[in-house]
């Protein structure tokens, strides 16, 4: 029997993302490392300190040259400035570990946090959004939010390290020329803010056209061998050129922006500093306000140290948009509302196998009409039930309501008698087992792919036993590595109806009491057929099983046959009860079966 998987880790974002601010998202994803960050800012604080202290111990050098002063003063305060450049090297490590721990936790919290929010999102919302973009969320986005706060904390800080330095040095030397370099810190504010919402807006426009890429370039290597078969290529290559041509002109427009964004910042800075080295040269000059030699030459490397510090914190205006950007598109997942509920429901402990459909019927939101309606059926435990029906009868919709991966818009379905829409679907799953018409295996092994989800994976016996009565382990046997045999992406390396027994055994092991049989055996040829056949027949024995099919081999052994037309019951009996009744599944359905 399946053991139930552990509870999963809670994620610091499974119930906090609400659509604030994305500052404020950051600063819950860092509250677990807010000691370690304060500790990390005083350390840069410190190792910072000989970028502002030396203009002043430059000036004080130079007024003692000139003034031949004390050669004393000059060694004290050459061996200040050694001492701290020294120092530099063990806080610059210190540093680096602190803030780089709580960067690198925050991606993986923030990747765990999208996974999470991705395994309980309805199907429905997966159907809706490709797996590229969502990639691209998990992977590129997260990558920029790293980035982002990367360099906010590295240029960032040392920016804002040295303005406060600077400044509270020249208050302190140079008073008198204080007030002219506070007005670069306006003009520069009032630039920012006028090109901020232009460079987020082409932000987002350029993250829209990377998950389009993204999506496009995932659908490419999926169709690659209908592609090929068909001698498509070029159409392929194609519609990726459409969208690559779109991603370079929303990417050279932003290059332009940040570019022309750089170029003012760095011309209307420098052209004040140029004015700042005049002024302050001229002051001297004259004699006036009782400015110094070394206080020209501190005033000078203050204002070019200052201005490259605030042209700094302008050209992160564009990466720090960029990262917020990336933020807003793992919001998009994190808020989405689109999520299975199951908190707080009753758990399913055991299961007699007896469901029961009472008044039914589910319209898809999008939808003018329903895919099922007033669908009534009692499913005796044990019982296997075949749907069959043309394309758009609702066979699918009924299976997936089963499962619990869409709910009813109306009516019920029933678990042994209780109303499923109050159960734990989580730990309802733990006694349900599907095997769909396309076998989905990941890149591992044979071992691997059969106990995937058990935890502690299954004993030696157990998964002999699973493979052998799903007629596996023939072709297993001539595997150069048997069990532990690397099937590749998706299965690559076996056949469909390898794949297909590999799916069974899957089942088998996990001694379901519901199954559910979506087109196991349509993509078949006749000998993979009736292995499968044989191993199926081991499977449905004590189960409640749900079968849809196109093949009359896999549904006329079934105690009931609910024929559907347009989401309805339209005739239901066993196999020969339906030929002797001469009705719709005689005169339609049975001859294509037939083949």
Known sequence: MQKPESAPRPSPLDHHYSGEHPLRTLAYLFRPDRHRLSLAVVVFAVKHIPVWLLPLITANIIDVVVDHGPVAELWYNTGVLVFVLVLNFPLALLYARLMSSSIRRMGRELRSALCRRMQYLSIGYHARVSAGVLQTKVVRDVEGVEQMT?????????????????????GYRAPVVLPVFLVVVPLAALLVRRLRSRIRSNNEEFRLEIEQLSSRVGEMTTLIPITRAHGLERTALHRVDHTLERVLSAGFRLDLLNGRFGSLSWILLNTMAVGCLSGSAIVAYYGWLGLSAGDVVMISAFFTALTASLTTLMNLTPIISKGLESVRSIGEVLQAPD?????????????????????????????TEHSVRGFELSVRPGETIALVGASGAGKSTILNLLIGFIRPTEGRILLDGADMASLDLRTYRRFLSVVPQESILFEGTIRE?????????????????????????????????????VVGQRGARLSGGQKQRLAIARALIRDPRILVLDEATSALDNTSEGLIQDAL??????????????????????????????????????????????????????PRHSG
């Not at 990367?150 to 020249?170: K, Y």
């Open 150 to 170: 990367q360099q906010s904390a590295d240029m960032g800080l040392a920016a804002i390290m040295t303005l406060i330095g600077g400044l509270a040095v020249i």
């Open 537 to 590: 027949s081991r499977l449905v024995r004590g189960r409640t099983v749900f079968v849809v099919a196109h093949r009359l081999s896999t549904i006329r052994n079934a105690d009931r046959i609910i024929v559907m037309e347009r989401g309805h019951i339209v005739e239901a009996g066993s196999h020969q009860e339906l030929l002797a009744r001469g009705g719709a599944y005689a005169t339609t359905l049975q």
């Open 339 to 367: 999520l299975e509920s199951n908190e707080g429901k009753a758990s399913v402990d055991r299961i007699g196998g007896r469901i029961d459909f009472q008044g039914m019927g589910f319209r898809y939101p999008e939808a």
């Open 449 to 485: 792919n059969v106990t995937y989800g058990l935890e502690g994976g299954a004993d030696e016996d157990a998964l002999r036993r699973a493979l052998l009565a799903a007629n596996a382990m023939e072709f297993i046997e001539r595997l150069p590595d048997g069990l532990d045999t």
